[in-house]
């Protein structure tokens, strides 16, 4: 567990300390290093959802402010419960979008979907599920 803080910590210094474009690469290596490391670590834990897991690395990686990836966590969790199969009417996918592209997509690239969607339509995930909460989707 102290790796995956340790490797949080780092990707999170890289974007505040250097321009997007300068550390887009080592943000990106440390995106992988951090979704091998959540599958691996994962069952030595006892976790039984590893992927789940490596989804939520994945979005905390993507987003870096830690409020919002809680705001994103709760959300998600709520609407699909990190399933990238998950359907509910004509929505589907980790972030419950309303659109069918999302069922042929992998999970990560939901999670970039979602995140996009979410910045464009609330402009932060913080936004998005005080929102959600609002209008008694909870």
């Not at 009417?89 to 980790?94: A, L, M, P, T, V």
């Amino acid at each position: 567990m102290m790796i995956l803080t340790s490797l949080t910590k780092r990707v999170r210094s890289l974007s505040r300390r250097e321009p997007l474009w300068r550390c887009s690469s080592r943000r990106a290596i440390y995106t992988g290093v951090l979704c091998l490391t959540g599958l691996n670590i994962s069952p030595a834990l006892g976790v039984d959802n590893s992927h789940i897991n490596a989804y939520k690395l994945y979005a905390h990686s993507r987003l870096i402010d830690a409020k919002q990836y809680q705001c994103i966590e709760m959300l998600w969790t709520k609407e699909s419960n990190w399933n990238p199969a998950a359907r509910n009417g004509s929505h589907y996918g980790i972030p419950q979008m309303r659109n069918v592209k999302l069922k042929t997509m992998d999970a990560y690239t939901q999670i970039d979907w979602g995140i996009r969607y979410l910045k464009d339509r609330y402009s932060t995930p913080c936004k998005a599920w005080a929102f959600f909460k609002a209008n008694g989707y909870s």
